[in-house]
């Protein structure tokens, strides 16, 4: 039998790239921006709808940058970031020489807690600093408590910057996920829902906006003939090629969510029976993951681990959760609001191959260790 290793999530060639990339060499536009940036623009706001606006960057992580300068994060300004996620969604924070201010996860969605975030926000103003600015996460394709978190948000008067990077295609109360923050983030990295090879985008709600963002992605050209600049400056936008892998992967965006949330059934069905482990699940139908990737919750860490090693052995790949940015060597000196919960999904949750490319042999592959490891 075939024992290639099966991976997480990893990026797959609709077929379509090529014309476009051909187009984009031909026509020399062998640069940053061009045509097909304009057009996959033009095809993400056509998904987005209710009048959002969308701007692509070189990568997720550059679009987050651009969403703080954007919001005028400034050095000693605080950031408030959910903990549980992956170091991309706050190190931007830091580029800021802000201060990111780390608040735990609540059970349901496993994304950031309303009670400890009011609590973080209350304290922060005491202390006499009100946040600038809340970095919240659809982990792993999960909306967070959206109308939990915006009331609070709302309350203090503090924008919210909607991590995006794994939920293309999720939604919430049928709104899709990266259109209910002041800035909603995209990123389209090898391993994610769709990819440009790296690349991001930024979605706003205004033109002018825009204008702003690309005016920061491109070096903060000011309006004169010579090189003149007036702010500081980033090389952050899309760049034609990729946005041309892009315009060929987005004809395939809902297959691809389709083929994932199969890859959940096919999950559901195995772990139907197992009673030491607990897969990851929408928690009502207000919420509709795209489930970027399945996990699951086992009952301890020993646990955790001797499963990810047999699957190892039979050279599938499986990996624990995102480690909590507060246990992080590199934040661990930054204020934390929370208990444990953060650190348990950590110590216990598992992340299972999810790719909209696993192959119904990988799915056996897959099954039997799982059934054999719980037997
Ligand atoms: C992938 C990811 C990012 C960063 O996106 P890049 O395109 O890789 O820079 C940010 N936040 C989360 C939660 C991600 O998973």
Not at 48 to 64: H, L, P, Y
Not at 159 to 165: F, K, L, N, Y
Request: proline share 3%; net charge neutral.
């Amino acid at each position: 039998m075939d024992n290639k290793r099966i991976y997480l999530s990893l990026a797959q060639e609709s077929g379509y790239e090529k014309k476009y990339i051909q187009r984009a060499l031909k026509s020399n536009w062998i640069t940053s921006g061009g045509p097909n940036v304009d057009e996959f623009e033009d095809e993400l706001q056509d998904y987005f709808k209710n009048n959002k606006i969308v701007t692509a960057s070189n990568s997720g992580t550059s679009a987050i940058h651009l969403a703080l300068i954007l919001l005028g994060v400034k050095t000693g300004d605080e950031v408030i970031c959910q903990s549980m996620t992956f170091a991309a969604s706050v190190n931007p924070v830091l580029y800021q020489n802000a201060y990111p201010i780390f608040v735990d996860s609540e059970i349901d969605t496993w994304n950031i807690c309303p009670e400890n975030l009011e609590i973080a926000i209350k304290d922060r103003i005491k202390k006499g600093k009100k946040p600038k600015a809340i970095i919240a996460v659809h982990l792993y394709g999960m909306p967070y408590k959206i109308d939990e978190v915006h009331s609070i948000a709302d309350k203090y008067g503090i924008p919210i910057i909607e991590d995006s990077a794994e939920a293309l295609g999720s939604s919430y109360k049928g709104k899709k996920c990266g259109s209910f923050g002041t800035f909603g983030i995209l990123s389209f990295n090898g391993n994610k829902i769709i990819t440009t090879s790296s690349g991001g985008a930024l979605i706003s709600s205004s033109k002018n906006i825009k204008e702003k963002a690309i005016f920061y992605a491109t070096q903060s050209k000011d309006s004169a003939v010579d090189y003149q600049h007036s702010e500081i400056g980033y090389n952050y936008r899309m760049s034609n090629i990729c946005a041309g892998i892009g315009l060929g992967q987005i004809k395939v965006l809902e297959e691809n969510i389709h083929l994932r949330r199969d890859n959940h059934l096919f999950y559901i069905e195995i772990f139907k029976d197992i009673k030491n482990a607990r897969l990851f699940n929408n928690p009502n139908d207000i919420f509709f993951s795209n489930y970027w990737l399945n996990t699951i919750l086992l009952e301890t860490k020993e646990e955790r681990e001797n499963l990810r090693l047999a699957l190892d052995e039979a050279n599938i790949e499986s990996r624990p959760l995102w480690k909590p940015m507060h246990l992080q060597p590199i934040f661990e000196k930054y204020p934390y609001y929370g208990s444990k919960i953060a650190e348990e999904l950590f110590e216990k949750g598992l992340c299972l191959p999810s790719g909209s490319n696993l192959t119904d042999a990988d799915k056996c592959r897959i099954k039997e260790v799982i059934i054999n490891f719980f037997k």
